[in-house]
């Protein structure tokens, strides 16, 4: 009997340090604030240095496609995102990986206590779309998806 309820406690202690290893809010993801000078579409900024960051988790129309068109709810996208962040104070959280394919860094942006990924995404302007292995805020920014595909908001009611 002591030797099961010691086994609990172990086995309880192992998991715990796990999931808050785990956790998108454990103490040793980098944090950094810079001043966003640029807001070249709805899911990507330059920041002071000349830095292009890449917003994790969301995809946005884009403002000129491969095609050299634009796509519906791109312009709204990227005027929402230049008033939540342009000549703004953001803080930059990393995930897993450090930059994408095009060099630009991969991070969620937060201005205080606004997470900016998802106020795109539940206000129509972006859709959840993780790819793997910068996962940290998947659930929550399908949750907000959900919320604005159900409340019919921004591209989810004009695209």
């Given at each position: 009997m002591k030797r099961t309820i010691i086994l609990l406690l172990v086995g309880s202690a192992i998991g715990l340090f796990v999931f808050s290893f785990l956790?998108?809010?454990r103490s040793d993801q980098r944090k950094e604030s810079y001043r966003v000078i640029r807001v070249f579409d709805g899911d990507t900024i330059e920041i002071e240095g000349g830095k292009r960051i890449r917003y994790i988790g969301i995809d946005t129309p884009e403002i000129k496609n491969d095609k050299g068109a634009v796509e519906c709810f791109a312009q709204q996208a990227r005027d929402k995102n230049r008033e939540l962040v342009e000549g703004k104070m953001v803080t930059l959280l990393k995930d897993v990986s450090e930059t994408d394919d095009y060099g630009r860094l991969l991070r969620y942006v937060f201005i205080e206590d606004i997470f900016v990924?998802?106020?795109?995404?539940?206000e129509g302007y972006a859709k959840s779309?993780?790819?793997?292995?910068?996962?940290?805020?998947?659930?929550?920014?399908?949750?907000?998806?959900?919320t604005a595909q159900t409340r019919k908001r921004g591209l989810w009611i004009s695209c």
């Open positions: 956790s998108p809010t990924n998802e106020v795109l995404v539940k779309t993780p790819i793997a292995p910068d996962i940290a805020y998947r659930n929550q920014l399908f949750e907000s998806q959900k």
